[in-house]
């Protein structure tokens, strides 16, 4: 038995795509395909029933994916323990993220990562939230990066950032220019938003309930890099995690102004975005999967080609039209 062909086979089950499993494993997709027909082969039996869109496991295949998948996972603790044991930190890790992590803060870290650990493979993979739990469960990911994360059954979850919802608006809005603002003042303005079965948006709209604040939703989008865009051009003005528009604020193209429930300074957030690492419960994390979660803690001001800290998105008002977020 090929142990690659194994590797690519479980891969292609658990992403459901030849396509896929072979741009993870690096070949074309007609070599996964053979490596699959090859196990097929050997065992004289189908795994994969191909006839049906998208394509089923057959029994036989069922119980080989479940056999191999638990064989491959020993073998990868066998392999770490042998590096652990020379001190070296190797092998792939892979991350399953929402859209709305932050593509700015994120490159940051898989950049810094790979310089430290050069013999690791980072495979980095944006998804709907309910994909990124998917990919940890079926065990697709190694960890999974979301906000409001789950914690319980077989999810594990590990706290990392707390984000500040600031209000995001054009130069051009009568907003820009100040530091802070009460939250009624968002009533009545036209508002891009993130799509309903997000659970950002679902939060988002109960904190407005709850401030007795109504807005008009003129467009959705399921990415922050989406709403920044359109509030940008004038759409409307927009709810999001501070750091997310650091890039924005630094040319001039966004304001950030912090939110007060009063008609006094807010002396802290109004609202935070909490965001975790997740994890199969049980599932032991590699050595490279567990020095990606250190690297993950440290603050982003630290790397290279990031100067936000994502736990503390304050943001201040300078004297020209230009803003930091601190």
């Known amino acids: 038995m090929h142990l690659r062909n194994v590797e690519i086979f479980c891969e292609v089950v658990s992403l459901r795509s030849f396509s896929k499993a ?4 690096h070949v074309s997709q007609s070599s996964a395909s053979q490596a699959v027909h090859q196990l097929e082969k050997r065992l004289e039996t189908l795994l994969i029933d191909r006839s049906k869109r998208p394509f089923e496991l057959t029994a036989a295949g069922r119980i080989y994916y479940e056999g191999c998948r638990d064989l491959l996972e020993g073998f990868r603790q066998i392999e770490d323990q042998v590096r652990q044991a020379k001190d070296q930190v190797a092998g792939r890790v892979r991350v399953a993220a929402i859209y709305s992590v932050g593509l700015l803060q994120m490159d940051a870290y898989v950049k810094q990562f790979e310089e430290r650990y050069p013999d690791t493979e980072l495979q980095l993979e944006y998804l709907h939230p309910e994909g990124v739990y998917d990919r940890v469960l079926q065990d697709s990911a190694d960890i999974g990066l979301v906000s409001f994360p789950k914690d319980g059954g077989e999810i594990g979850c590990i706290p990392w950032w707390e984000q500040e919802i600031v209000l995001v608006v054009p130069p051009s809005h009568r907003l820009a220019g100040k530091t802070w603002t009460p939250i009624d003042e968002l009533n009545g303005e036209k508002f891009v938003s993130f799509t309903r079965e997000l659970t950002i948006r679902r939060q988002i709209d109960r904190w407005l309930k709850q401030a007795k604040v109504s807005v008009h939703v003129v467009h959705e989008f399921d990415n922050i890099e989406n709403i920044k865009r359109a509030v940008e051009i004038g759409a409307g003005i927009g709810l999001l995690p501070g750091p997310t528009v650091r890039r924005e ?9 912090q939110l007060a429930l009063d008609n006094y300074p807010p002396d802290k957030p109004l609202w935070k975005r909490p965001l975790g690492i997740v994890h199969k419960r049980h599932r032991t994390l590699s050595t ?39």
């Open 22 to 25: 072979a741009e993870v494993h």
């Open 288 to 326: 490279a999967a567990s020095k990606f979660v250190e690297l993950l803690h440290e603050e982003p001001d630290s790397l290279p080609g990031t100067s936000q800290s994502p736990s503390n998105a304050h943001s201040s008002g300078t004297s020209s039209r230009r803003q930091t977020v601190s």
């Open 249 to 257: 604020i630094d040319s001039g193209s966004l304001w950030a102004v």
